[in-house]
């Protein structure tokens, strides 16, 4: 069974920034990548970002374009998101997938593991 732990939320000025990590383990890792979906209180769940597993191709939400960044360690199995320039709008529980992010831009739902979730709060 493939486990996600999150780590890195927490609570930080607007402008600030923060770095989450999400760390998989146990089975056979096949998902074609992995990647962060985030939702606020009264909110649809959202797409943040994504990257494929081999070739560690990127996609990425409207809303967090050119300030979030995404990325991988391949030794570790490990994703993490760079979050710069956060905004109280970014206020949600962040959530580690893993899956095919390949979809998830196109708004499909395909997963294979969810973590538990990270609390990110920005305060302005």
């Known amino acids: 069974q493939l486990q996600l732990v999150e780590s890195g939320g927490g609570l930080v000025q607007a402008g600030g920034s923060l770095r989450l990590a999400c760390a998989a383990s146990?089975?056979?890792?096949?998902?074609?990548?992995m990647g962060w979906f985030r939702q606020a209180p009264g909110k649809e769940r959202e797409f943040v970002a994504g990257?494929?597993?081999?070739?560690?191709?990127?996609h990425y939400g409207a809303s967090v374009k050119d300030r979030f960044t995404i990325s991988r360690d391949k030794a570790i199995n490990t994703v993490y998101l760079q979050m710069n320039n956060l905004k109280p709008e970014d206020t949600a529980v962040y959530s580690c997938?893993?899956?095919?992010?390949?979809?998830?831009?196109?708004?499909?739902?395909?997963?294979?593991?969810w973590g538990q979730g990270t609390q990110v709060t920005v305060s302005s």
């Open positions: 990257i494929t597993w081999y070739l560690g191709n990127t």
């Open positions: 146990g089975g056979t890792f096949s998902s074609y990548g």
């Open positions: 997938a893993a899956g095919d992010p390949r979809l998830w831009v196109l708004s499909m739902p395909s997963y294979d593991a």
